[in-house]
């Protein structure tokens, strides 16, 4: 079936290093989502991207959208303990529903 | 404020009981949409509803069923037919399809 994968699975880093999450999908997506889960929490949205290689900027986080329109990625700088937490992206395959990536867990190490 | 309510936070139920979660919003949402969550795992979709008194089967949809008679609830029942009930329910909207979902708190259902 069509699948939203997410690399790594789990990133421990020291606070101050930065972080970066992929995703890749099987088939074009006609826009990305990125949401962020905080340790027993609910995910919350972040950010939409639609057009190919865009880039968007939300102070240390940085998402871009692959020219294919199939892989996303999330990059933060200089992490912070605040930044922990799981991040999913998300991707319309056809018009009715988001199709989950498998999320990428991250750990702060003070 | 606006916002999507799921209760109650926690849920205890024995093997072979149905249970209903509750999930209202008062954001004028069209679109709602049920996943479930297993440790460590991922956002699986079990039934979506894009406009009231209608919905659709999501990924795992089997062992659940809910319903839509109005704009502002969604609410998910848990059957005994489900053989894995435990997890960690959330339920979302969005204003139309393509748009970043609102998720509530969640319900964290454990059946004994």
């Known amino acids: 079936g069509q699948q939203v994968m997410q690399i790594p699975q789990y990133q421990h880093v020291q606070e101050g290093e930065d972080f970066t999450t992929y995703c890749n999908s099987s088939t074009t997506l006609s826009n990305i989502q990125w949401y962020k889960q905080r340790p027993g929490g609910h995910p919350v949205f972040l950010i939409q991207?639609?057009?190919?290689?865009e880039v968007k900027k939300q102070k240390r986080l940085t998402f871009q959208f692959g020219e294919a329109k199939k892989n996303s990625s999330l990059h933060i700088t200089a992490t912070q303990t605040t930044d922990v937490g799981t991040y999913f992206c998300a991707g319309w395959i056809g018009n009715e529903k988001l199709t989950f990536g498998t999320g990428t867990r991250l750990t702060i190490i003070p | 404020d606006g916002g999507i309510t799921q209760s109650p936070k926690y849920l205890f139920r024995k093997e072979g009981q149905n249970v209903t979660l509750s999930c209202e919003q008062n954001?004028?949402?069209?679109?709602m949409y049920w996943y479930r969550q297993d440790p460590g795992q991922g956002l699986r979709l079990i039934y979506y509803?894009?406009?009231?008194?209608?919905?659709q089967k999501g990924d795992i949809a089997e062992g659940y069923s809910v319903s839509r008679e109005k704009k502002e609830s969604f609410p998910l029942t848990v059957t005994s037919a489900q053989k894995n009930p435990t997890a960690f329910y959330l339920c979302?909207?969005?204003?139309?399809?393509?748009?970043?979902?609102?998720f509530g708190s969640g319900t964290r259902l454990t059946v004994v």
């Open positions: 509803s894009q406009i009231v008194n209608d919905f």
């Open positions: 979302a909207s969005s204003i139309q399809g393509d748009y970043g979902y609102t």
């Open positions: 954001l004028n949402h069209d679109a």
């Open positions: 991207l639609v057009k190919s290689g």
